[in-house]
């Protein structure tokens, strides 16, 4: 059965868009029947050109991508979440979006990343910036998809995600 993961940011034009690109490219790279959502809480309706850069760069393909919100994962039809990650810094006092769910509650995490949106620096920056994210997000995702996902409870899988936090 399909493990599916939303990755939630509020704007879902950077670093959540990055997470899913890298998720189900990754999974796909090494046979894992994972499949990755990106959604926000508030969609800008664009993704940064610098997101959609760094994954064609990393050979993700990138077709059919787009700013969503999270609407559509709590409406009938939506496919069984197991798995919702935040990816926003709260750090850096970003409002990060709290998911409901739908029937089944998912196990819930947040892994926070800067925005590399507002590097500086100018197109240099911001292009280094993201990149650097990517790779960050990539090594996550890898963890993610190490785990024996199929065979993992709901408290399990919570605890190992957490630890995927703290790397």
């Known amino acids: 059965m399909t493990t599916h993961v939303l990755i939630l940011c509020t704007h879902n034009s950077a670093r959540s868009v990055?997470?899913?690109?890298?998720l189900n490219h990754l999974a796909g790279?090494?046979?894992?029947?994972?499949?990755a959502h990106s959604a926000g809480s508030a969609p800008s309706g664009r993704i940064n050109?610098?997101?959609?850069?760094?994954?064609?760069?990393a050979g993700v393909d990138t077709t059919g991508y787009f700013s969503k919100s999270w609407d559509a994962f709590s409406?009938?039809?939506?496919?069984?979440?197991?798995?919702?990650?935040?990816?926003?810094?709260?750090a850096a006092a970003e409002q990060c979006p709290v998911f409901f769910g739908g029937s089944s509650q998912p196990v819930k995490v947040h892994w926070g990343y800067p925005d590399p949106s507002h590097a500086e620096g100018g197109d240099e920056g911001k292009?280094?910036?993201f990149e650097l994210t990517r790779q960050?997000?990539?090594?996550?995702?890898l963890q993610l998809l190490q785990l024996p996902l199929g065979t993992m409870?709901?408290?399990?899988?919570q605890q190992a995600l957490a630890e995927i936090a703290k790397s």
Not at 30 to 35: I, M, P, S
Not at 49 to 57: D, I, K, R, S, T
Not at 77 to 89: E, Q, R
Not at 136 to 141: C, E, K, L, S, W
């Open 75 to 90: 409406q009938d039809g939506a496919p069984p979440l197991s798995i919702v990650i935040t990816v926003c810094d709260s």
């Open 136 to 141: 960050a997000i990539g090594y996550r995702m």
């Open 18 to 22: 990055l997470s899913e690109g890298m």
């Open 29 to 35: 790279k090494l046979g894992k029947d994972v499949k």
């Open 153 to 157: 409870g709901k408290g399990e899988l």
């Open 49 to 57: 050109p610098f997101a959609l850069e760094a994954l064609q760069n």
């Open 127 to 129: 292009r280094r910036a």
